[in-house]
């Protein structure tokens, strides 16, 4: 009797510590995704580029949010200021020029194509607003223009 | 997206732990057949004793949450071995737990109250001589190391306490070095530094204990390698360390009986390879889930309750129970780091490293020896193997790291409302 309520057992116990370590790291992960979401806004006054899909879903390295501080390009290959190895980003992909203090954002006749809130993108500049939502590839990025940082929370909480 | 979203139903990891604890325990009260119902008294008096802990821990925000649930987890694995092994040494180890958490909180708040830890640099230097010294006069020889105290029925380990005093000094000579700088040569102060660490490694040398300082010299080196900006320092550790270890491989004939072990134990499987071949063998039968908690014979492995727990474990819970222990000990020393790299004083952050390495190497070196992976030195693992030295100064020096990291929170708290 012993032996089989022990048999039975023993897959039950590894599965409720593999649950609690589950756990554990849950919390920690959430843990550091308030803080980080905490510290962030309040340091930058500069244009970015935030990043709103989750991140674990890419098998490649993608940052939570991009600085925009000069003309930008974005594209797979490694000449680009913003590289991301996404196989649906094409080698050059978009570009966002500088004028003033706002940026412009174009298509540079990427394959799959850059959507701005839903709307395909030509190859001629568009402008961008604070909290337009940028498609490219596989990414979804959310422009925030620095100047009105309530916009970034807001969208940080929208989040799928 | 689908996963995440069912881990927002999950109960919390502390539920899981008593869950564990609930069936571990009541798995062992139907072993025998006239049924004792001391398994089930020791469980529940573990799950009290981690409960209300945790509580106390999250209620008072007394700091990071996490730490002390996962050493909980691994103790309670422990635990569980222990008894399954020998009722009586079960029973001893929930008392022990007893005394640990007392210690938890002794080291908790001691470590608090008093401010002047930061300048007793050579108190600890002179206790750690102080502390052989004893142990040499009135020491007793157990499992062939010389460093043991018996007083009144009970044996202490002293090496277990200057492990504590030895990382207390590493971050005590961190936080004070500047000070030593303005009125010695750098030189000199670096140099003598080094031959008082290698003095106090030494000295547990001279006690023939070899696990305990090869842990102190991993965890010294490490700390060196993060605060010493010079190349040429760790050159002449590494150059010293290498040197140490060939004299002790070439003149120590116990080293070498292991060395030996170490490379072939087949070779003589009866002397000599007889304890790594037994871990090797109860690994091998346990396969990915184990037999079983009470179905296996880890028993048959030599000094199983201390040094080679890690087998007896991967024997009855499996690949995978070793490996969750592996991952348990991966995410405390994770959230040691994190504790360490929050620190703004050189002292905490020295000490809370120094705590954490402490742990990730102990467990490194003992778990690599059992595994053959490295040489194997009989220390003990953390909070699982049985032993009430080890689990007392572990358990101390786990409540500095979390008054450490409670001291953090506070602060941060402070600067939050401060900038509101």
């Known amino acids: 009797m012993f032996e089989i309520i022990s048999s039975l057992l023993k897959y039950v116990f590894i599965t409720i510590i593999y649950i609690f370590i589950f756990g554990i790291m849950r919390l920690i992960y959430l843990d550091i995704r308030s803080m980080s979401a905490k510290n962030f806004p309040k340091a930058v006054s500069l244009p970015y580029l935030k990043l709103v899909s989750l991140k674990d879903h890419f098998n490649f390295k993608v940052e939570e949010s991009y600085l925009l501080t000069e003309d930008t390009t974005i594209g797979r290959s490694r000449g680009n200021s913003i590289h991301i190895e996404d196989p649906f980003l094409s080698g050059r992909h978009a570009i966002l020029t500088k004028k003033g203090g706002s940026f412009y954002i174009q298509d540079v006749g990427s394959t799959n194509g850059t959507e701005l809130n839903g709307t395909r993108l030509g190859t001629e500049p568009v402008l961008l607003k604070d909290g337009d939502r940028i498609h490219a590839g596989q990414l979804d990025f959310l422009y925030v223009s620095g100047e009105r940082q309530g916009e970034g929370n807001a969208a940080d909480e929208k989040r799928p | ?420």
């Not at chain 2, 996490?66 to 040494?89: H, K, P, Q, T």
């Open chain 2, 1 to 420: 997206m689908q996963l995440m979203r069912s881990a927002h139903k999950l109960p919390h990891p502390v539920y899981m732990l008593v869950l564990v604890d609930i069936f571990a325990f009541s798995l062992l009260f139907f072993r025998e057949t006239p049924y004792d119902i001391s398994p089930l008294i020791v469980g529940l008096s573990l799950i009290a004793s981690i409960l209300m802990v945790y509580f106390l821990i999250r209620g008072f925000k007394l700091g990071d949450e996490y730490i002390f649930l996962i050493v909980s987890m691994l103790f309670s694995i422990g635990a569980v071995m222990l008894y399954r092994l020998d009722s009586e040494l079960g029973i001893k180890q929930a008392k022990w737990l007893g005394i640990g958490l007392v210690a938890f909180f002794a080291g908790y708040f001691i470590f608090g109250w008093f401010k002047v830890w930061d300048r007793l640099l050579f108190f600890y230097m002179a206790a750690s001589m102080g502390l052989f010294a004893v142990t040499m006069g009135f020491g007793r020889e157990i499992k062939g190391s010389n460093n043991w105290i018996v007083f009144q029925g009970f044996s202490i380990q002293t090496s277990e306490i200057a492990k504590i005093l030895f990382l207390f000094f590493l971050a005590s000579y961190y936080s004070q070095r500047e000070k030593l700088f303005a009125r010695f040569s750098k030189v000199r102060v670096t140099a003598a530094f080094m031959l008082v660490a290698y003095l106090l490694m030494g000295l547990l040398v001279l006690q023939k204990e070899w696990g305990t300082p090869l842990v102190l010299f991993l965890v010294y080196f490490a700390v060196i390698y993060i605060f010493e900006k010079d190349v040429r320092i760790l050159l002449v550790n590494a150059l010293a360390a290498v040197t140490a270890g060939t004299a002790g491989v070439l003149f120590v004939h116990h080293i070498r009986v292991r060395v030996d072990a170490w490379i072939n134990p087949w070779a003589d499987i009866a002397q000599k390879g007889y304890q790594i071949a037994q871990s090797l063998f109860a690994i091998g039968a346990g396969g990915f889930f184990g037999t079983g908690i009470g179905l296996g014979r880890p028993e048959l492995i030599p000094e199983v309750r201390t040094d080679f727990i890690f087998s007896a474990i991967c024997e009855e819970m499996g690949i995978f129970g070793g490996v969750a222990v592996i991952l348990l000990f991966l995410l405390l020393v994770y959230r040691g780091f994190k504790i360490a790299l929050r620190c703004g004083e050189v002292f905490e952050k020295t000490l809370a490293l120094g705590i954490t390495l402490m742990f990730a190497f102990q467990t490194f070196v003992i778990i690599g020896g059992v595994i053959k992976l490295l040489l194997l030195t009989g220390i003990t693992l953390p909070f699982i193997s049985y032993g009430g030295s080890s689990l007392v100064t572990n358990f101390a020096a786990l409540g500095v790291l979390q008054r450490i990291s409670a001291k953090q929170a506070t602060a941060e708290r402070s600067t939050a409302y401060e900038d509101r």
